[in-house]
């Protein structure tokens, strides 16, 4: 079975900092690797993904996250953050399943940006 | 651009009572899914539903739960006896053929 583990529950931080969610996943097939973004309110957004070719892939709103397949991470960052970054941040791992794919969600990062 | 609505967006309701959370994915999309998401804790796949059937389903979708696209566009989640612990927010997503699943804002359920 794979799962997915967030190891910051709630990250605090002021405008202009600098930001790292972290995602490790455990899963021995082919994955593809997500992150969505869930601002105030709203539904589930999907900020990048990763299905193969280059490890690191750039997302909307300067978002960038980096796959080491040696590290079966799939780490967020994004180098200065803005109090609109506020938002519950998942990482997701899909894997395949009768012609779709079915994705593990993590528990989810709670993002507070202070402006 | 085409998004998945849902609705209600906030439902109340007694225990033991039945409800139906209903979803209208993006039109030209083939696959449907519903998640679950307690407060505080991960989201959680239910179901997923292509070709009018059930083609995946967790050990969360007991058979208190059911699925139906009962016409071209709707989606719905129906629990039939609502317990306490089955207060969440529900989401829709639906899917093409490739990976990306786009979510609907979901419905908080409310089981008192």
């Known amino acids: 079975a794979q799962s997915v583990s967030q190891h910051n529950h709630h990250v605090i931080l002021s405008e202009a900092a600098s930001l790292e969610l972290g995602c490790n996943y455990s899963?021995?097939?082919?994955?593809?690797l997500f992150w969505y973004v869930q601002y105030p309110g709203q539904h589930l957004q999907l900020l990048l993904k990763?299905?193969?070719?280059?490890?690191l892939v750039k997302g909307i709103k300067g978002f960038e996250a980096e796959f080491i397949k040696s590290k079966f991470s799939f780490n967020l960052r994004k180098p200065s953050v803005q109090w609109s970054d506020t938002a519950e941040y998942f990482c997701?791992?899909?894997?395949?399943?009768?012609?779709?794919?079915?994705?593990?969600f993590g528990r989810g990062t709670s993002l507070i940006v202070h402006p | 651009e085409p998004e998945v609505t849902q609705t209600p967006s906030h439902q109340v309701t007694q225990m033991g009572q039945e409800v139906i959370l209903r979803c209208v994915p993006i039109?030209?999309?083939?696959?449907f899914y519903w998640y679950r998401q307690i407060l505080g804790q991960k989201v959680e796949f239910l179901v997923s539903?292509?070709?009018?059937?059930?083609?995946?389903k967790s050990e969360i979708f007991d058979d208190q739960f059911s699925v139906e696209r009962p016409d071209g566009s709707n989606f719905t989640l129906k629990i039939r006896s609502t317990k306490l612990e089955d207060s969440a927010m529900y989401f829709c997503?639906?899917?093409?053929?490739?990976?990306?699943?786009?979510f609907g804002p979901g419905t908080r359920l409310t089981v008192l």
């Open positions: 997503a639906s899917s093409r053929r490739d990976n990306e699943q786009f």
């Open positions: 039109s030209n999309h083939l696959y």
């Open positions: 539903f292509y070709n009018n059937e059930i083609s995946e």
């Open positions: 899963y021995g097939g082919t994955v593809n």
């Open positions: 990763y299905f193969s070719g280059d490890p």
């Open positions: 997701a791992v899909n894997r395949a399943s009768g012609g779709s794919y079915i994705p593990t």
